[in-house]
């Protein structure tokens, strides 16, 4: 083969060369030259399996083995959490790949019925880094009972007060029928609250809720003390310790949330309650019993009397 021949063939193999180191590269780059930025959201229940075809599809990434050698390449495999995060078309498999591993701009973070609003504190401060100052805010901000509990996108630099007014205007478009529904029996919105925080607190299921509501307003209608361990457990709370176990001595402290000794509601919610709590306040079921308690399995026992109860206290809660 001539000199000319070979240059030929070099030329064509260095060109395929080319063409295919081009093709490889090609699929890491941005999909757009130019493009504005655009939020997006993992939702909690997207895995990156079913996030990277998804960013395909929606015109974010080139390729899908491309993205994912990046993440393999990078340690990053499994590190995509769900969230919230502001990204471009005109970014390149290592810069999106990067945002979505580190700069997210919103986290998910799942607030659960029954929480005092000290704990709702403590999981931002955990969850969104917060200063104590950032904290602090959030208390002098928020209303203990008007903290809606549900699963929450948040903005990773929202205030204190920003968080709380959002979960306050939540507990009121979610709370609104009720809210009707308390007036047309003429339940005061705040008894309203206040009386769920106690049957969030006490009730072991949302199937027993309206049960346990009819026992409260039973004994409120009596004038009797509502005797309730989770508002002295209000009273008595402290950082590490919000809900700590009563005792004997317990029942004597001198404190307006003290319902063994004071009659009525406390003063305030005890907690932050749900939808069913709420509703077991408007719905209530009628019942005679005056009485309950809850044994080792969490399975409640009623009681008629006071007699009975110690009867239920001795069967249930001694016996163990």
Not at 27 to 47: C, W, Y
Not at 157 to 171: I, L, P, S
Request: charged residues 25%; contains cysteine.
């Amino acid at each position: 083969m001539n000199n000319k021949k070979i240059l030929i063939v070099l030329g064509v193999i260095l060109l395929m060369a080319g063409v295919a180191v081009f093709i490889f590269l090609f699929q890491f780059f941005a999909p757009q030259a130019k493009a504005e930025k655009e939020s997006i959201t993992v939702n909690l229940n997207t895995t990156e399996s079913k996030l990277i075809p998804k960013l395909k599809e929606q015109g974010y990434i080139k390729s899908e083995w491309a993205f994912n050698f990046i993440l393999e390449n990078k340690g990053w495999q499994g590190k995509i959490n769900p969230g919230g995060y502001i990204v471009s078309k005109s970014m390149n498999v290592w810069q999106l790949a990067n945002i979505l591993v580190n700069e997210p701009s919103q986290k998910w973070v799942v607030l659960s019925e029954g929480l005092r609003k000290e704990e709702v504190a403590d999981i931002f401060q955990k969850e969104f880094s917060w200063t104590e100052e950032t904290k602090i805010e959030f208390l002098i901000n928020s209303m203990e009972g008007y903290l809606f509990p549900d699963t929450y996108l948040f903005n990773l630099d929202y205030t204190g007060q920003e968080v709380a007014k959002r979960m306050e205007n939540h507990f009121n478009e979610k709370v609104a029928d009720i809210f009707k529904k308390a007036d047309e029996k003429n339940i005061k919105n705040d008894t309203l609250v206040v009386l769920a925080s106690l049957i969030q607190r006490e009730a072991a299921n949302e199937e027993e809720m309206p049960l346990i509501a009819g026992v409260i307003w039973s004994r409120w209608l009596k004038d009797m003390p509502f005797q309730i361990d989770a508002s002295i457990q209000y009273a008595l709370g402290e950082s590490g310790s919000w809900w700590k176990k009563v005792t004997t001595e317990d029942y004597k402290i001198d404190s307006p949330y003290n319902i063994y000794i004071n009659k009525g509601r406390p003063p305030g919610p005890i907690c932050n309650p749900g939808l069913a709590a709420l509703n077991a306040v408007v719905d209530s079921e009628e019942t005679g019993y005056l009485y309950y308690l809850h044994d080792s399995q969490g399975q409640i026992h009623l009681a008629k009397t006071y007699k009975e109860h110690l009867e239920n206290i001795k069967n249930y809660l001694l016996s163990n």
